[in-house]
Nanobody, 123 residues
Framework: QVQLVESGGGLVQAGGSLRLSCVASVPTLNYYMGWFRQAPGNEREFVAAISWSGTNRYYSDSVKGRFTIFRDNAKNTVYLQMNSLEPEDTAVYYC?????????????????WGQGTQVTVSS
């Protein structure tokens, strides 16, 4: 059973930064990883994803240019660096994974999920 544990959430003012971390219980070298978020009253939405090697990265339009996803397979950890945060970024952020070494998987393919970490951006 794959376990994903997120950390790094918190309260930050608009314009500030946070870095989320996701530590996996298995070697992440074989996994395509991603971040999703869910705001109150909204459906969970895709934020970013990264291929097993880190070469390919994908972002939603709402975070492109502000967020960066990266990984350290030696530490079985995936990160989400969030800059220029906006109140609209307030949500629970979830780490997700899928086993595989393709360069891309659709957001609907993720089948391993963390429990989430709360990010709150005040105006």
């Amino acid at each position: 059973q794959v376990q994903l544990v997120e950390s790094g959430g918190g309260l930050v003012q608009a314009g500030g930064s946070l870095r989320l971390s996701c530590v996996a219980s298995v070697p992440t070298l074989n996994y395509y990883m991603g971040w999703f978020r869910q705001a109150p009253g909204n459906e969970r939405e895709f934020v970013a994803a990264i291929s097993w090697s880190g070469t390919n990265r994908y972002y939603s339009d709402s975070v492109k240019g502000r967020f960066t996803i990266f990984r350290d397979n030696a530490k079985n950890t995936v990160y989400l660096q969030m800059n220029s945060l906006e109140p609209e970024d307030t949500a629970v952020y979830y780490c997700a994974g899928i086993i595989g070494k393709r360069n891309y998987y659709p957001p609907t393919d993720f089948n391993y999920w963390g429990q989430g970490t709360q990010v709150t951006v005040s105006s």
